[in-house]
C-alpha cells in the first residue's frame, strides 16, 4: 500500500473513541469554573483507526531489524530481543522512581554490576549511569574537567581543544562548560598533527576532547603521546566513546591514558535505537574525579546497595537515577556475551569493516588508505563522476531495497564524506550484497547520472523540499491550513 | 551466546581477501603493552539462565504490579492502554535510527510531527520540539534559551520554590559554566507575588510549575499577573506542567507562558525506576530559533507530494558546532511515539475524563484522610491530584507500616526539607479504585 498517510488530526470524527475510561466510583469534587480549559484540540478517533495509522507509518521506516544499516559513527548493530524481555520483567518496569532504595534492591543491585561491568571494560574507577545519552554523558564529562580544576583553584584554563574530525556534540558540549573551543588539524594519516596539538598546548588549556578510534574510523598512532602532551601541560584527556564499539576488550581506554570517557550504551551495548532515542551515555572517570561525578551513583554498604551523591557532585544531570530500562537491557547483553564475546564483537566489527573497505576501495576514492577500526570513511563518488555527489549515491542506495545509506559528509575534514559502519551483526552475504549494490551505483554513477541525481524513485516519499520547509517552517498541524498536497 | 553471524569459512575469506593472517593484525596501531588486557566480567550465560538470573533480580524489587503504590512527586502511574506497547514495539520503530535520510524514515517524521501538533495542543503553544531527555533537562534548556534570547546580557533566572527540587538542581547543574545567575528558591514560602518582586531588567526568566510540586493551583489573575510582570521587564515566563492536568486545566500558553515544559512520562510511557522519560518542550513561534533539540517539519517531495524532514536544524550541534542552541543531538523518539499513539488513543474526551479520574479521586481521599484523627491535610485548594498531609509520626514510619500492608506510601518530604518529616506528598490517578482508596485510608488510620 503506497501513497501518503493522512494525519492522525485528519482521521478524527466527533464523537469516536479509541480508549475505555473506567467509571468515576467517588464522589464528584467541585471543579475549580475558573481555571478549566473550554477546548483540547486532540483527535477523536477508533482504537483500530489507532493501529492502522501506525502500523501504516511504520511501514514507511528502514530499520535494523528490516536490513543493513551501515551509519558511521552510529553502530547500528542488531539488537537482542532478549534484553528487552529482561526490561520488560514486571519487577523492573513497574517500580517508581521516588520508592525507598530497600523496595528496589534488584533494580539497584543491577545497576551496580553495569557500573562495575563498565569499570572493567574500560579501566576507569568510577561511573556515573545518570547521563541520557552521548552528548549528555559528554556534558556532564566536561563538566566534570571543570569542576576538577576549580577544585584546584586553577581558574585560568579557559580552552577546551577539539580535533576537527570531532563530532559536532564535542563543541557544543564544551561551550555548554563555558569554554572556548581551539580546533586541532589532523595530519595525512588522520591521526592528531602533534605539530599543530604542540602549538596549542599551553597552561589555558582544560582539556582536550578526543574520539578514538577517530571519525575516520582509524586508530591514532600517537595516542600516548597527545595524552602525554595534554597531561604535561596540565589538562585533562576526555574519550568520546561513540567508538567504543571497535576496542572492547582490545583496550581500556584508562590505560591509555584518558581522564574521562561516556559510553553510549544504545551503539556499543545493543539497546535499540528507537528512532533516535532513547539511548543512555554514563561516564566513567579516574579515581581522582569520581568525587565530581554526577549523582547518585549505586554504592553498595555491606550486602546493602545505596543511592548516593559522589561528595563534591556536579549535580544531577536529570530527575531520578538514569535512564534505567536502558540499563537492563545494556546489562544483559553484557551478561549474555562476557569479556570473550564482547571482544569477539568488537573483532568482527573490525573485520567487517575492513572487508568492506577492501572492496568499496576498489570503486571510490577512500580519504585515507589504512587499515582502519571499526568503520572507514569514502572520500565521494568515484573520481571519473563529475556531476554525481554523496548525496546522490546516498538516495540511489535506497532504490536498490538493501541497505540504509552511510553517514554522509560527516566528517567535515572529508569533502562529500561517505562514513560507513558495518557492526558485526552483519553476515559475509550482506556485506557482500552492499559491496555490489555500491559497485553498481559507481557505474551508473558515469553511465546514467541522471538516475542517481532523481533518486529515488521507490521510496513512498521522493526527495523533499528542505529548503521550503526552513523557509515557511509548518511544525504542527493547523486545521484551518489547507494540507499541502494529498 | 553471540549474535556474530561469522563463520570460520567466511574469516579465512574475508582475511585473506583484506591481505591480513590474523584478526589481531588489524590491531597494530593499539600500543602492544595495553593490547588486550585481562577483563574481569562473570563468565558468559545462555539466554536462558540469563533470563532466570534477572528475573531473581527483578523480584528482590517490589513492584506496582503487586502493591498498591501513593507516589507522584515527578513520575506518575497511569493506565497505558494495550495498543501503545503493541505500536512502540514495532521493529520499524524500534530499531530505526534518526531520520537523516527522510525518504525512508517518514514513519518516525510523520509521527514526531503528530507528537509536536499534539504537545502544542496541550500547551496552548505555537511551536513543540521532538523532545527532551526529561522534564528537568526540558526545563534547563529552557532557562538556556531564555538567556541566549536576551543575548546572554540578562543573568538572573527567577525560579520558584514549589518547582521539583530535582529540577532545580538540573538549572543548576546545565548553568554553572555560564553566567547565570539562579535565584528565587532559597526560602520555601514564597509565593508568585514575591517571585514578581525580583523580576527586574537583569533578569532572563521567571519559572514555575503548575500545579506545583506539592499539587496546588495558582489562580488564574495570579498567572495572568506574573506573565505581565515578566513580560513588562523583558523576561520570559516558563512554565513547568503535568500534562495530564493540561487535558482539564487552562493551558500555560493561554495565561501568557512563553515556554512550556514538562514531564510527558504520563502519556503513556512506563515507570521504568525513572527512565526512560520524555521531557517536552513549547514555546512560541518567536523564539523558534533559539530553542534546542530536534524539530520536524512538513514540506513537499519533487513530486508535489506531503512529506516530513528534520528543519531549521541550523541551530544544532552537527551545523553550528560550539554556537548551537545546545550540544543535544538526539530526541526520546520512541517514547514521543508512545505519547502520540497514547494521546490518539484517549484522544479530546478520553484523556478529560482521565484528568477528572484523577481530580475527583484524590479530593475523595484527601478529605478523608483530613477527616482521621492526627492527621490533616496542608495543600490548600485548588489542587490537582496530589497533594500533602501532615501525619502524627514521622512520614517514614508511616510508609514503613504501610509498606507491610503491601502499600508503598506518599513520597516523605523530608527527603528534600529536613523540617517536613512528618509530612507526606500523596498522588492519585485513574488506577485507584475507591477501594484502593480506601484501604489507604484505613491503613493509616490502623497506623496513627
Known amino acids: ?486 | 551466546m553471540t549474535y556474530v553471524p561469522l563463520t570460520d569459512a567466511g574469516r579465512e575469506e574475508m582475511l585473506d581477501r583484506i591481505g591480513v593472517s590474523s584478526i589481531g593484525d588489524l590491531f597494530a596501531d593499539v600500543p602492544r603493552p595495553h593490547r588486550y588486557p585481562r577483563i574481569e566480567l562473570p563468565q558468559p550465560l545462555s539466554e536462558m539462565e540469563v533470563l532466570r538470573e534477572l528475573r531473581e533480580l527483578s523480584e528482590r524489587n517490589v513492584d506496582l504490579q503487586h502493591s498498591i503504590s501513593f507516589l507522584g512527586a515527578g513520575a506518575y502511574q497511569h493506565y497505558v492502554p494495550s495498543v501503545v506497547q503493541h505500536i512502540i514495539s514495532r521493529s520499524e520503530f524500534y530499531t530505526a535510527y534518526t531520520p537523516y535520510q527522510a525518504e525512508i524514515s517518514q514513519g518516525t517524521l510523520q509521527a514526531t510531527f503528530e507528537y509536536q501538533s499534539m504537545i502544542c495542543a496541550l500547551t496552548g503553544l505555537e511551536v513543540a520540539n521532538a523532545s527532551h531527555y526529561d522534564g528537568a533537562t526540558a526545563l534547563a534548556e529552557g532557562v538556556l534559551m531564555a538567556y541566549n534570547i536576551r543575548r546572554a546580557k540578562r543573568r538572573k533566572a527567577i525560579l520558584s520554590p514549589r518547582i521539583h527540587p530535582e529540577y532545580r538542581d538540573v538549572v543548576r547543574t546545565y548553568t554553572q559554566g555560564t553566567e547565570v545567575c539562579v535565584i528565587g528558591d532559597e526560602s520555601v514560602d514564597v509565593d508568585l507575588g514575591e517571585l514578581i518582586a525580583q523580576i527586574d531588567s537583569d533578569t532572563c526568566c521567571v519559572a514555575i510549575q503548575n500545579p506545583d510540586f506539592l499539587g496546588e493551583l495558582e489562580s488564574i489573575d495570579q498567572l495572568r499577573a506574573l506573565a505581565n510582570a515578566a513580560h513588562a521587564h523583558d523576561a520570559l515566563l516558563i512554565v513547568v506542567a503535568y500534562p495530564i492536568a493540561l487535558a482539564l486545566l487552562q493551558p500555560p500558553g493561554a495565561y501568557g507562558a512563553d515556554i512550556a515544559v514538562g514531564e510527558a512520562q504520563p502519556l503513556g510511557i512506563g515507570l521504568n525506576y525513572g527512565g526512560p522519560y520524555i521531557g517536552y518542550f513549547a514555546c512560541r513561534k518567536a523564539h523558534v530559533h533559539k530553542m534546542a533539540g530536534r524539530l520536524v517539519g512538513e514540506t513537499v517531495d519533487v513530486d508535489g507530494q506531503r512529506g516530513y524532514v528534520l528543519t531549521l536544524s541550523a541551530r544544532e550541534q552537527h551545523i553550528r558546532r560550539e554556537r548551537a542552541t545546545s550540544n543535544i543531538c538526539t530526541n526520546q523518539a520512541l517514547c514521543a511515539l508512545a505519547s502520540a499513539v497514547y494521546l490518539s488513543a484517549l484522544g479530546r474526551t478520553g484523556l478529560r475524563a482521565v484528568a477528572e479520574l484523577c481530580y475527583h479521586k484524590a479530593h475523595y481521599l484527601a478529605s478523608r484522610i483530613d477527616a482521621l484523627e492526627g492527621y490533616e491535610l496542608t495543600t490548600r485548594s485548588p489542587f490537582f491530584n496530589e497533594f500533602v498531609i501532615r501525619c502524627p509520626r514521622p512520614a517514614s514510619e508511616i510508609n514503613a507500616a504501610l509498606l507491610s500492608a503491601g502499600i508503598i506510601g506518599g513520597f516523605d518530604l523530608s527527603r528534600f526539607d529536613p523540617r517536613r518529616e512528618a509530612e507526606m506528598l500523596l498522588c492519585t490517578t485513574e488506577v485507584h479504585s475507591r477501594q484502593m482508596l480506601d484501604r489507604l485510608v484505613h491503613a493509616l488510620e490502623e497506623t496513627r
Open chain 1, 1 to 486: 500500500m503506497k501513497g501518503p498517510e493522512p494525519l492522525i488530526f485528519e482521521l478524527s470524527r466527533p464523537g469516536r473513541r479509541g480508549s475505555s475510561v473506567p467509571s468515576l466510583d467517588v464522589p464528584e469534587a467541585e471543579l475549580p469554573a475558573e481555571l478549566l480549559r473550554d477546548d483540547l484540540p486532540l483527535p477523536e478517533v477508533a482504537e483500530v483507526d489507532v493501529v492502522r495509522h501506525y502500523v501504516r507509518l511504520s511501514q514507511l521506516n528502514h530499520a535494523v531489524d528490516v536490513g543493513f544499516y551501515p551509519l558511521g559513527s552510529c553502530t547500528m548493530k542488531y539488537n537482542p530481543k532478549m534484553n528487552d524481555a529482561a526490561a520488560q520483567l514486571p519487577g523492573f518496569a513497574h517500580t517508581h522512581p521516588c520508592q525507598p532504595d530497600e523496595t528496589v534492591q534488584g533494580s539497584l543491585e543491577l545497576m551496580y554490576r553495569l557500573q562495575e561491568a563498565l569499570k572493567a571494560l574500560s579501566g576507569f574507577d568510577g561511573i556515573s549511569l545518570q547521563p541520557s545519552a552521548g552528548a549528555h554523558g559528554e556534558f556532564a564529562g566536561m563538566l566534570v574537567v571543570r569542576a576538577h580544576h576549580l577544585a584546584n583553584d586553577d581558574q585560568g584554563r579557559n580552552v577546551v581543544l577539539i580535533p576537527d574530525s570531532a563530532h559536532g556534540t564535542n563543541p557544543a558540549s564544551t561551550a555548554m562548560c563555558g569554554y572556548e573551543t581551539l580546533e586541532v588539524r589532523s595530519d595525512e594519516r588522520g591521526n592528531v598533527d602533534l605539530g599543530d596539538l604542540a602549538r596549542h598546548c599551553s597552561e589555558r588549556v582544560a582539556g582536550m576532547m578526543l574520539t578514538n578510534p577517530n571519525t575516520l574510523g582509524l586508530f591514532d598512532e600517537h595516542v600516548l603521546e597527545i595524552a602525554d602532551m595534554v597531561h604535561g601541560c596540565g589538562g585533562l584527556l576526555y574519550g568520546d566513546g561513540a567508538n567504543f564499539n571497535a576496542i572492547m576488550g582490545i583496550v581500556k581506554p584508562a590505560d591509555l591514558g584518558f581522564d574521562v570517557m561516556h559510553f553510549n550504551l544504545h551503539k556499543t551495548f545493543s539497546t535499540p535505537h528507537g528512532g533516535g532515542g532513547p539511548g543512555s551515555g554514563p561516564v566513567g572517570v579516574t579515581e581522582r574525579l569520581a568525587e565530581f561525578l554526577p549523582g547518585p551513583v549505586v554504592g553498595r554498604e555491606g550486602t546493602r546497595y545505596v543511592l548516593h551523591c559522589p561528595p563534591r557532585s556536579i549535580g544531577r544531570m536529570k530527575a531520578f537515577a538514569g535512564n534505567f530500562a536502558v540499563l537492563v537491557r545494556a546489562y544483559a547483553y553484557i551478561r549474555t556475551l562476557g569479556a570473550t564475546g564482547l571482544r569477539e564483537a568488537s573483532e568482527v566489527a573490525v573485520l567487517n569493516a575492513n572487508y568492506l573497505r577492501t572492496e568499496l576501495q576498489l570503486s571510490y576514492p577512500i580519504a585515507v588508505d589504512r587499515i582502519c577500526m571499526h568503520e572507514f570513511v569514502l572520500a565521494g563518488p568515484p573520481a571519473n563522476a563529475d556531476e554525481i555527489h554523496t548525496m546522490d549515491i546516498a538516495k540511489r542506495l535506497m532504490d536498490l531495497g538493501h541497505s540504509h545509506p552511510p553517514t554522509v559528509y560527516f566528517p567535515l575534514i572529508v569533502p562529500e564524506a561517505m562514513m560507513i559502519e558495518p557492526t558485526e551483526t552483519e553476515s559475509k552475504e550482506t556485506l557482500d550484497q552492499f559491496a555490489r549494490d555500491m559497485r553498481q551505483i559507481a557505474e551508473e554513477a558515469c553511465t546514467e547520472p541522471e538516475l542517481l541525481k532523481t533518486a529515488p524513485h521507490s521510496t513512498p516519499v521522493r526527495r523533499l523540499d528542505e529548503v521550503r520547509a526552513a523557509r515557511h517552517p509548518i511544525l504542527r498541524y493547523e486545521p484551518e491550513d489547507p494540507p499541502a498536497a494529498i
